[in-house]
């Protein structure tokens, strides 16, 4: 397609309303990202949801194992072997002193502990004092042995010393039951000033009850964190909260707390962007978390990938002390009756203690992923601007080309955010591109198509009868090729006309005429067709074509010459079906101009024509009608000959044509160079010296030329024609300063 054809009105104005298509979904998606539209925006959001999680299963990210992050499970064997669950606390005082001593740097219990146990020492003394007259002397003093017996079987206390003795990190609940706050909360998190963080502006997760920490075990701990999970809106846990907030004051989970812990951070400072969070900034490291205080819990794999150990197998010794050295270890349970399993992206029942495991490996070792966020003012301002410029860009493309581009560009997004996450550990959300992308490609398609429909029937009503088949499908399938509107292009036209067809016709009844007509136009147009030209008009026994419209043709010039060669060559054949209809044979002439000219929709308001005019349009005509003067089938001007090298040319004269100021030379073309035959050749190169002859103004060598032309070519009435000239030149020369121009006077 030529440049031009894009910057055509009606290519221009077909393209505003595809910009305009493109500008309405930009617009409608951004409000979809600032207003949340029902609808749109769950369909966009589960997108997300299944992009995201493809990416993750993929499981292409590198998994790095340092800081070494391991997970104690109170598996079913656990269970089996030390008893049913809850265990005596000082059974987990017993693993987390085994944990110590196997070189754990630091503990984390993925386990609420709200209540104290029941002493059952004092439970017993209890009782007894209710049976206090039925004891006998002796067994009255069971009581007070009890009471002394109580702090040594007093396991709340034994899980105390416990955490008091080591690094441990101990979990609590937030939940939004305003009826329950059992146990305590830690102190909130603080910044470097020692001031208490609160969530203000922020739209961080906000809760109304908790089950908190027995105090007991809270005093004796190093840290506390929540054990909270959020999980999106179809109910997969893809993203971990590293704050929380309750009474406004801000507070760590669980993975958050182990991490500080093991950093051995005191303080923490929020990294905010207007009001919106984007990162959590705590000594050296940084976490990069979405505006609801929340990371990508970064999945390396399915269940297990990390190391799992069994609490019942740490109890008991039956592991290398080795294997834990310098680790950090999570405590929780993968019983499913525990409900501490979730759905994940990589799992249906992923281990809660997994996940917080993941979230503090992630951390601690910085191999966390940034998500972009498309709600912020950055985001909506870079959306429009892809928006924007795939709409521009698809508006230059055809139907075939747009689809093409639009899976390419669907394709290249993916492979990008695919390559992002693994080797630049960020994560953009595509699913607003992708649906902004396949709703403009399905709207400007559909308008495409549908003005292509349109176009189809103009085409084909315009077209139908004056081009070829396979001219209207070039049409179809490029539309800008050809404008409706006058248009200036450099172009061939061709005259061609039935000689003496008044004379004919008069012998010939009005019914005959028509047949006659029919029977002419009807291969003629074919040649026309054949060589990839357009019928311009029928006017009585004339017909007009030409070339280089509404298709551009760089060859026009050298399709219409071999066009009226060819119906040179096939009128015998014409006249012999006319004489089996009955019909008079006929002789044509044929004029061929090139040049300038315009093209277009022409007419009233009541009829209109796709035609051409012009001085090159008229100078054709006139060509056409010199044949007779020349005795010649075709005629072509000096524009039709320039350039046409392959073409064997006679030259007919220098001539100038009324209404016309300058001299133009006329040619006959005899055929293709190897066509035209040696005795032909030999008579045109002595026609052409006796031309020279003549031009020269020698007029004896000129006459004596042109003499042995006529006496050897008797039928050929140009050497009789230059024969007559050089006599009457001889008797009056020309003017001194004769060019050889030959005026014609008639129209």
Known sequence: MKKEHYFSPKAMKSKWTQILL??????????????????LSSFITQLDYRTYDQVVQLNWRPHQTIPRVVIIDIDDKSVQQEGRWPWPRDKMADLINKLKQ????TIATDIVMAEAEVNYAIGLKNELNKLILQLSPEQKQLPNLLEQIAPKVDNDRILAQALMDHNVVLGFLFHNDKQIRKGVLPLPLTNPEGKQLCRAHLPLYQFSGYNGCLPLFLNASTQAGAVTNVPDLDGTIRHGLMLASYDNKLYPTLAFATAMNYL????????????????????NVFIPTNSHGQILIPFWGQIGAQNYYSATDIIRGKINADELQGAIAIIGSTIILLADLHQSPVAQLFPGVEMVGNMVQGIVG???VSEFDWNTNTGRVYLVL?????????SFLSVSRMLIFAVMCIIAIRVLSIYLFVAKSVYIPIALMLTLIVLITITNYAYLFIIERRQKRKINQLFGQYVPEDYVKELIESPDQYSMEGQERNMTVLFSDIRNFTGVSETLDASAVKRLLNTFFTPITEIIFSFRGTIDKYVGDMIVAFWGAPIHDEEHASHAIVCALTIAKQLPEINVTMQEKDLPKVNIGIGLATGMMNVGDMGSEFRRAYTVIGDTVNLASRLQDLTKFYQVTILVSDGT?????HFVWRVIDKITVKGRKSGLIIYQPLGAVGEVSEEVLTELEEYHRALDEYSAQNWSSAEKKFTALKTKFPNVYLYQMYHERIKAFMETPPPEHWDGVYMHQHK
């Open 22 to 39: 493109g500008f309405f979904w930009v617009s409608l998606i951004f409000l979809a990202d600032v207003i949340q539209i029902p609808l």
């Open 102 to 105: 196997n070189g754990v740097v």
């Open 264 to 283: 051995m951070a005191q303080h923490i400072s929020l990294k905010t962007h207007g009001q919106q969070l984007y990162g959590i900034q705590m000594g």
């Open 366 to 368: 910085q191999q966390l």
């Open 386 to 394: 892809l928006g924007l410029v795939f709409t521009f860009l698809i």
């Open 641 to 645: 000959r320039a350039g046409q090298d």
